[in-house]
Every structure is written in C-alpha cells, then in structure tokens.
C-alpha cells in the first residue's frame, strides 16, 4: 500500500480479521465483495527458469497453457508455495502484484476490464487493495489476456 501512496495512485484498502491463510474466495465473501472483481495473485515459473505473474479471479483457474503463451513460454507451472517468500517477498495468501522483491512480467485476465475497480492482495493477510485495474496495468507494466480456464 506503500508502494501505491508514493506513486499516488488512487485506491481503496480494506482489512480484514485474519487467523492465517484464506483462501480469495473466504475472503470476497469476508468483505462482503463479488468473486469476479477479486483477483488471486499467481507466481510461476517457465521452461527458461524466469517467474511470471498471473492475477486472475478468486473463484478461476488458471490456464496454463494460455498463460504460457501470454508470456512466449512452451510452459510455465505454479512455483511451489515454500519458494513463496523468497522470489516474491510475500507470504503466501499475501502476495501481490504490487511491490515484489522484484517487478516480474504480470498479465492480469482481461475479465478485469469489465470492472471499474477489482480487489486484491495487500500484500499481508488481513490487507486487500481495491483500485482500477487499468490504472495497476499503467503501474506495473502489466498487461491484459485471456488466461483462465473456460468452462
């Protein structure tokens, strides 16, 4: 939240009672927030060993190989959660897309255009950040594709 208050970035924060990792869905439902405007922040990594960062709707899954090829990849899979703290900086239920140790390639899925804001990971359990997702794309260099598993 820092990160966006330096840049001065236009957003919300909303907190909530937090005993350890919930999932995005427990959350949404916690704050009272729709499934489809709350995004989970995903860490993978590819064939060439580089990390990549998904954000995609709490109650989705992620496409892998969409996801591979949003980031010109044959293949990315999901780091494994104990390698968490050390690529990202976050815990895990607390990552974010904003302020990692290092600013990694981030698409977010194009679902996120049909909100004016979308919800995600403060960066801490118990912290969620509401802003524009247009505005997080401008922030961070992300960019938007279809990347979740339709259905």
């Known amino acids: 939240m820092r990160y966006l208050e330096k840049h001065k970035v236009a957003h919300r924060e909303l907190l909530y009672e937090s005993d ?18 709350t995004f ?19 109650a989705e899954e992620l496409d892998l190989k969409k996801a ?3 980031v010109g990849e044959k293949a990315v899979e ?22 990692m140790k290092k600013q990694f390639p981030t ?7 049909a909100h004016e804001e979308i919800m995600f990971s403060g960066g801490r359990l118990g912290a969620q950040i509401a802003m524009d997702p247009r505005l997080l794309t401008d922030l961070i260099g992300a960019e938007f594709r279809d990347i979740i598993v339709k259905g």
Request: glycine share 12%; hydrophobic share 45%; proline share 4%.
């Open 107 to 113: 698409v977010i899925d194009q679902s996120a255009l």
């Open 20 to 37: 350890g990792f919930m999932d995005g869905v427990s959350i949404a439902k916690k704050l009272g927030q729709p499934m489809e405007k």
């Open 78 to 99: 999901m780091i494994h959660v104990k390698e968490i703290t050390a690529v990202t900086g976050y815990v895990r239920g607390g990552c974010s897309p904003l302020g």
């Open 68 to 70: 591979a090829a949003a």
């Open 40 to 58: 989970k922040t995903l860490v993978t990594v590819g064939k060439s060993r580089n990390h990549y960062v998904f954000v995609v709707p709490v």
